[in-house]
Structure formats: C-alpha cells, structure tokens
C-alpha cells in the first residue's frame, strides 16, 4: 500500500514542514497504516488511533529528541514510532526481533524513557527538567500520559513534588474516557485560549509586578486579582485542583484538532514553571470497530481489518476464565468473598462477578499498592477477599504485601494472572518473579496449578483457609486439562508418574509441555521418570519430594519463573536441610536476564522451557 505523504517522512523533522491540511491527510493516513499492521501483529490499538493529533502536534512545535517527549505506558505511542523512523519496521511490532510494542530507548533515540507499566512519566520527566537546570541547559521536557494513569498514585506524588518545587515542565493529559471532563465547549476552548495566550500571560505578570511594588496594597491587590482568576477558571475548567497543587492548567481542549493543539502549545511552552495541558480524545478514533468498542481494542490480538473480528479464538478456555467462573461460583456460597482488580475488570474476565455480584466486586483504578492494603481491610473486617492482578502488577505492591497481609496473618488470597512468559508485550509485562516475591514473604501460601482442575480447586482451597494470605499463579492463555482426582490439602504434592532414576518436580502449567516431551520417550525410559505435581512452593512437600530424590539420586525442577529464589532453589534448600549428598540437579526456568518480546513459545524456548529442551535435558540423565 501506498501513502501520499506518510511514505515520505523518514524522520520527524519533516512534521515542521507540512501545513494543517496536510498534517490532517497524514493523521489518516498513519491511522490506516496503524490498523493495517496491527490487524495482523495484534497490539495496543485503540489508544494509539486516540492520539495521532497530538503526537504530530508535538513534533511541529517542539525538536525532539534535544527536548525530551517521555511517554507513559507506551500504548499511545504507535504514531511516534511511525514518525521516528521506524514506519518501516513497524511490520515487526511485537514480534521476535521486531519493534517493542512500548518505549525502548535501546530501539531508538527518541525513545526517552522505558515504559510498560503505567503513571511513571511525571516522575521521570521531573528528573530530566531538575537535570537539566542542574546542568545549565535549556530543553524543553515533556510527560504524556493517559487520563487512568494519571489517576494512580506515583503520578500524584510527581505532581505534588512538581508543584512545591514549580520546575518548568509541561504534563500533556489524554482524556480518552472523559473522566476528566464531560465535554469540551466551544466556551471553555475561547477561555483556555485566552488564558494561554502570549498577550495575557505577558499582562498577568506585568500587573503582578507592578501591583507587588506598591507598599502596603500592593501585595492584598495582586492575591485578589490572581484569586479572581482562579474563580473564573474554577467555572470553566475541571484543573482546579490542579492549579490548587501548584501546577497552572489549560484545558481542556479538543486532541483532534491539529491547529488549535499546535497553537495552544505554541502558547504555553515558554511560561515558567510547572503546567498541564488537558486534551480530549475518542479511543479508536478513526477506526470504527475500535471506536465502538474501545476495550476490546485496547489490547487485542490479530484481527480481520474490514470487521474488526479477532482472528484466533482459544480452543480451551483461557485460565482467566477458569478462575472468574470458579470464583463467581463459590460466591455463591461463600457470602464473605470479595473482588478487587485494579482498572483489569476485561482482563481478568470477571466482569461475570460484577454483574452477579455487584456490591462485592470493586475496581479500584490503576492503584495496585491500594488494593492491597483495601483487601487487608476488607479481611481484618471479616470479608474474604481475591486481589486479582497480573503478575507483572503486582509488583508494585510488595511493601503492602508484607507490611499489611503477610505480617498481620490476614486472609487474603492474590490471583496473579499472567504469570510467567507473557509473549508479546515483552520485558516489561512478563510476570516471573511472583514466585520469589512471594515465597520470601512468611505466612505467605504459595500455589501454583498445572491445569484448569487444579486451578479451581486450589480457587476452593483458598476460599476456606483462614490462617494467612494466599497466592495463586496462572498463566496467560488456554488451560489444560490433566485427569485429576485427588483433592488439594495444605502443603501437599501430587505424583503424575511414579519412576525409578530421575525425579522431575514440575510447579505450575508447564506440566502440559512436560508431559509431551516424556510421552517421546519409549516404555522402558518413561518407566525410569518420576513426576511430581508440586501445587505448593510453600509450603513445600518435604516428606513426598525427600523420598523420591533419595529413590531416584537424580533430580530436575521446573518452573515459569526466575531460578534466582525461585521454586527450584527451594527444592535445593530442602535437599540441603535434610543433608542429602550426591544428587546430580538441574533446575529449569528464566535465567538471570530480561526476556524479550516473541510469541510465549518462542519466549519459552529462549528460556529452555519447551519440549525439546525438556526432552534434551532428560536425556542426559537418562
């Protein structure tokens, strides 16, 4: 396909060059580009088409990468990899070897800051701005970022350290949702537009200068005058509370209109300090599958371009389902059992819990540390509360983890979706170090199905025990079924096969893959393999898993999740605390690197936690 003016620009700067009209034929052009690529390598789509007009707006009035543009997230960002250079790899979004489907600075010079996880702009681009005055330069610094994001914590904390500190830096807000704002009136563009402008800008400080030289009234008059100002503004405007903590708001205005966005931002670049431009966009703005529904294009797979209908539906259900079925079930029964997710209502699948049990579901927003400490709460109070995050989320709440479940002892059970290699979002969003976050962590059980029975019943298990928090990992994607009758009790392991030379303790939904690689093998050497289903990282079956290494003298674990204080080292302490001698080990699972983006079986093969690497390994022991 080809593109009248898309195709010539091969770097950014040519943006400077093109008039409104053409900018406006471009906008189209990159978001028929966007769809068409993305409609085969899947991607975050719909926020990315919501944010083409103020990316080229950007890049007319400001001269990246001198000044530094720090995106949030990354998911809006499609259109400033598009025009930094990489239209032509864009092909390779997400793909092995291919372009991040976030902010890489290794990928591009453009690319100011890493992102994946959400609300770390304001904090990052407030350290560039200290930098810079620090070294005497003059860019200018830059934080876009999304009407959620700037909702969560982190952010508010930048934006109360910007405005005590009134560094000069400006906050671009893309209101994709109108959450911010209901509409964008003609009234309130004209009074943005006035207050932004160079002439009253220059008149405000010119009175204040004047007024504040005349004894005893000067200083009364110029606080009257400027609370005047924020009065008029408070009627307009929804940035109050932002001109309340220090950082001067204009807004909001329409992100879709190139001209007025290169205008208000030619405006408000060069005033002092600390300032915040609101813009409203549409999420999937221009695509009309993705307009109509913006959720499901946030994050979606490969799709047919003409209806917008994904192109791959799983065969099995997905282990996510599994879990929202399990949990909507019990709760049934349970009266006591809550949900919270954090702003992941799609993700997690449990929009069938809300709408069955409306009043004990709650979203809380991108807030991870607050859901934690909400759910200890909800538990100390009686309730039985399911935090459920994805693994690479969760993260961020460690400290309340510790500080606010583990040590109170507190039912809490965290459901950490997407553990483990999550495929194509890459580095950022695998979830691999739950297993060693939480295993540390005293009281803490740690569980881990193999399959989708498993996993509703340790869903079971969870909802009854009382005597402390609980963690269940599962992975992204299709679930497995395994013949499996026997139920789940504390602590205790499961033998899938019993064998003579070599023990295998699997933890976790590799055992499917496993359980391929040794059915490769002849009668005589399957009979030589003993396999064990862990369920527990901790508490860790210590009779069953001693018995069996000092039986076999041979011993390999496996586990999605780093080696470093990972199951398999608590395997080895195990060994070590019984005083076993002369075992030959192997432990299996992510080596100590960031892995990145490629399919999840072209991740797990990277990390030796495919077949033919189980079979290889086996075989040598063998």
Request: proline content about 4%; hydrophobic content about 40%.
């Amino acid at each position: 396909m080809t593109y009248k003016i898309l195709d010539k620009i091969n770097k950014p700067d040519v943006i400077k060059k093109l008039s409104f009209e053409q900018l406006n034929i471009l906008a189209s052009e990159i978001r028929d580009y966007m769809v068409s690529v993305v409609s085969k390598t899947g991607g975050h789509l719909a926020s990315s088409l919501g944010a083409v007009e103020i990316t080229l707006a950007l890049y007319k009035v400001f001269n990246p990468p001198y000044d530094k543009i720090i995106w949030d997230v990354g998911h809006q960002a499609y259109c400033h990899k598009i025009i930094t250079g990489r239209k032509n790899r864009f092909k390779t979004l997400r793909q092995k070897n291919g372009l991040s489907g976030f902010l890489k600075p290794s990928e591009s010079k453009y690319d100011i800051f890493g992102a994946g996880h959400s609300s770390t702009s304001i904090s990052a681009a407030l350290g560039f701005a200290k930098a810079r005055d620090l070294n005497n330069e003059k860019y200018e610094v830059i934080s876009v970022i999304g009407d959620a994001s700037i909702a969560n914590g982190m952010a508010l904390e930048a934006i109360n350290h910007l405005g005590h500190d009134k560094t000069k830096m400006l906050i671009v807000v893309i209101d994709n949702e109108m959450s911010i704002s209901p509409t964008v009136g003609a009234l309130s563009e004209y009074f943005n537009r006035l207050m932004s402008g160079g002439v009253i800008t220059k008149l405000r400080n010119k009175i204040k200068s004047v007024l504040q030289k005349i004894p005893a009234i000067g200083y009364p008059t110029t606080k009257v005058i400027m609370s005047m100002e924020e009065a008029i503004k408070a009627i307009f405007s929804p940035g109050i509370i932002f001109d309340e903590l220090g950082v001067r708001y204009f807004g909001p205005i329409n992100g879709h209109n190139i001209k007025l966005l290169t205008e208000t931002l030619n405006n408000i670049k060069d005033i002092e300090g600390p300032k915040l431009l609101h813009i409203v966009t549409k999420k999937g703005k221009g695509y009309k599958p993705a307009e109509e529904n913006p959720t499901l294009f946030h994050g979606i797979g490969p799709f047919d371009k003409k209806t917008g209908i994904p192109v791959c539906k799983p065969e099995n259900p997905t282990y996510s389902k599994i879990f929202a079925e399990a949990i909507t079930g019990l709760a049934s029964k349970y009266k006591k059992i809550v949900a919270i997710v954090a702003a992941m209502i799609e993700g997690t699948n449990l929009s069938i819990f809300k709408e069955k049990f409306s009043k004990r579901f709650f979203d809380v927003g991108i807030a991870e540390e607050h859901s934690v400490t909400f759910a200890a709460g909800l538990a100390k109070a009686g309730l039985k509360p399911f935090v459920c995050i994805y693994s690479t989320f969760l993260q961020r709440g460690i400290d309340q983890i510790i500080h606010d479940t583990g040590i109170q002892k507190l039912p809490v059970t965290f459901i950490l979706d997407r553990a483990g290699l999550v495929g194509e979002d890459g580095a950022t969003h695998h979830g691999v170090f739950d297993i060693s976050y939480m295993k540390m962590i005293p009281n803490m059980v740690v569980m881990a199905p193999s399959d989708a029975i498993e996993l509703q019943k340790m869903v079971k298990f969870a909802a009854t025990y009382k005597d402390g928090p609980v963690s269940i990992r599962f992975p992204r994607g299709e679930s497995f079924h395994y013949k499996n009758n026997s139920q789940i009790k504390l602590g205790e392991a499961r033998i899938i096969q019993k064998g003579t030379k070599l023990t295998i303790i699997n933890f976790g939904a590799l055992l499917y893959e496993l359980l391929q690689a040794v059915n490769t093998f002849d009668k005589q050497d399957k009979n030589k393999i003993e396999i064990i289903d862990a369920r527990f990282a901790k508490p860790m079956d210590e009779k069953l898993i001693i018995e069996s290494i000092k039986k076999t003298g041979n011993l390999i674990t496996i586990e999605e999740g780093v080696i470093q204080g990972g199951f398999g080292q608590s395997v080895l302490e195990v060994i070590s605390k019984h005083n076993i001698n002369n075992v030959k080990v192997k432990l299996l699972g992510i080596p100590d690197k960031f892995i990145e983006h490629g399919t999840m079986q072209e991740c797990r093969t990277e990390c030796g936690l495919a077949k033919d690497n189980f079979i290889k390994i086996i075989k040598n022991f063998l």
